[in-house]
C-alpha cells in the first residue's frame, strides 16, 4: 500500500508514467513548459521525494539523474480508488454513485453507460464461473 502522493508529486508522476522510456528531470521541466512555472531545483526535490517514498529509482549516466517508476500507474490509481471508496464512502460503490448523480457530477447517460459495463463485466463473471 502506497501513501497518497500530493498534487504536485502526482503530476510528476503522470508525466513519468506517461514517458515510454525512463525519464530526465529536462523532460519533465519541458512536459511542465507553460503548465507550472516550477525552477528546475523545485522539480528536483519532488523528484528526491518520490524516489525516497519509493515511487521511482534514479541512476546517474554522467551528470544526468535517470528516473524510472517503480510504482505504476495502474497500481497507484487501483490502490488510491480503493482507499477513496472505503474513507468516504463506507466501501459503497452504490453510495459512491449516489453521490456523484445527486451532485450532478454525472449525468444519466453516464449511468446507462456504467450500467452496461457492469452488466459487460458481470457476464463476464458469470462465464468465466
Known amino acids: 500500500m502506497y501513501a497518497k502522493l500530493p498534487d504536485a508529486e502526482l503530476e510528476i508522476m503522470k508525466i513519468i508514467w506517461g514517458n ?4 530526465t528531470s529536462a523532460y ?5 513548459a507553460g503548465k507550472k512555472d516550477w525552477a528546475v531545483t523545485t522539480v528536483l526535490n519532488f523528484l528526491a521525494r518520490l524516489v525516497n517514498r519509493g515511487f ?9 539523474n535517470i528516473y524510472t517508476p517503480t510504482v505504476g500507474e495502474a ?3 487501483e490502490n488510491e480508488s480503493k ?4 474513507k468516504l464512502h463506507g466501501n459503497s ?4 454513485v449516489a453521490s456523484l448523480y445527486n451532485g450532478k457530477a454525472i449525468s444519466s447517460k453516464e449511468l446507462d453507460e456504467l450500467k452496461r459495463f457492469i452488466d459487460e463485466k458481470a457476464g463476464e463473471a458469470n462465464a468465466n464461473s
Open 20 to 23: 515510454t522510456v525512463p525519464t
Open 28 to 32: 519533465v521541466c519541458e512536459q511542465l
Open 56 to 64: 521511482l529509482s534514479v541512476q546517474r549516466t554522467g551528470k544526468t
Open 75 to 77: 497500481e497507484y490509481v
Open 83 to 86: 482507499s477513496f471508496l472505503e
Open 93 to 96: 460503490l452504490q453510495r459512491f
